[in-house]
């Protein structure tokens, strides 16, 4: 059974030189693809620089790890034993403004961008804004040229209504690589109803994750079986995976850079407040890439059979790679 783990927050390129003990817990969670974040305020040569350091360290531990540019790879690095890193950014600050760098950053193995990371940017609102202004006309134009270079739109910080905007725009199925539904664990970076049933119509895919901090109450494998098992029942099999939102190297200056970057000097809280504003203690039984099988496992004691639970951990996010990548 495949796994595919559509985020991984980890900073496995920088934040510690012996990258191994990360890498061999997602080798000792059987994940055959991870999407990973590559940067999140970065300019275009910061992130260029950021992509070097990736590819350094997928060359320093191939025995573990390589960079995936198709969904062949995908396959083809998974069946390997090893895991195929999909190469995606929580922000489109790369572009700096310019239309042409999408496929500049195609080409390099971008194939995922989120078009807003928690603050209002030149694409669109989002998801901690008090007023969302929706997709700017500068926004429809990266949405279509992601669309014709085969990058993954990814809405998860994305405001609510410049995510409907994006879905309504969008030619190509988008993605939530790692939120869950307001409707359960309310919170501005989980999705309405409305959200969702735009993504099922797109034929999107959400990944659903156990970052404690957007679970809310369903933090037990009892609870977050019981929230999947909420989302299949809403939008359908099709379009439920996973994206943990794990942090495995990371520290609190990775985290501060991760919530405000350079664009405030007062401290910025993210997905936490100022009385939770650290890391999140450990649910117990998914705290790291290790534990992947335990999500199988709750889903199968949910009452999910084979063919779904497959679905769930993985084929489906093959799948949408499968419709939404391109050679260029």
């Known amino acids: 059974m495949l796994y595919v783990d559509s985020l991984l927050c980890t900073p496995l390129e920088k934040e510690r030189i ?7 817990q997602i080798r000792a969670g059987k994940i055959g693809c991870a999407t990973v974040t590559v940067g999140f305020w970065e300019d275009a040569t910061e992130s260029m620089d950021q992509i070097v350091k990736w590819r350094n360290m997928a060359e320093d531990n191939s025995d573990l790890v390589e960079i995936a540019y198709t969904a062949q790879d995908i396959t083809r690095i998974s069946d390997s ?8 950014f929580q ?12 496929e500049l950053f195609a080409r390099m193995g971008t194939r995922i961008g989120q078009l807003t990371y928690n603050i209002q940017s030149d694409i669109g609102g989002s998801c901690y804004e008090d007023r969302d202004s929706g997709l700017t006309r500068y926004g429809k134009y990266v949405v279509r040229e992601m669309n014709r270079c085969g990058m993954v ?17 969008s030619a190509e199925p988008v993605a939530i690589t790692h939120s869950n539904p307001a409707a359960l664990a309310p919170h501005p970076r989980n999705k309405p ?30 609870k977050w079986s019981e929230l999947v ?34 664009w405030a000097r007062e401290i910025q809280y ?30 199968r004691a949910r009452g999910f059979d084979e063919g779904e639970v497959a679905k769930i951990m993985g084929e489906n996010w093959l799948n949408f790679y499968r419709r939404t990548f391109k050679e260029l």
């Open 270 to 299: 993210g997905a936490g407040s100022k009385t939770n504003s650290g890391p999140q203690p450990r649910l117990g039984w998914f705290d790291d890439p290790s534990q992947f099988p335990n999500a199988e496992s709750c889903l």
């Open 18 to 24: 012996d990258h191994r003990p990360a890498l061999e």
């Open 81 to 88: 034993g090893r895991c195929a890193i999909l190469l995606g």
């Open 153 to 169: 739109i990814d809405l998860s910080h994305v405001g609510n209504q410049t995510t409907l905007d994006a879905i309504r725009h």
């Open 229 to 262: 098992a909420w989302t299949v029942d809403r939008i359908g099999i099709e379009h439920v995976g996973i994206g943990t939102d794990f942090d495995q190297t990371g520290g609190m200056e990775y985290l501060e850079w991760m919530r405000q970057g350079r």
């Open 193 to 222: 109803n409305s959200v969702l049933d735009a993504l099922k119509d797109n034929e999107g895919v959400i990944g659903l994750s156990v970052y404690r901090n957007i679970a809310g109450e369903y933090t037990t494998a009892e």
């Open 91 to 102: 922000n489109v600050s790369f572009l700096q403004g310019r239309l042409g760098y999408v």
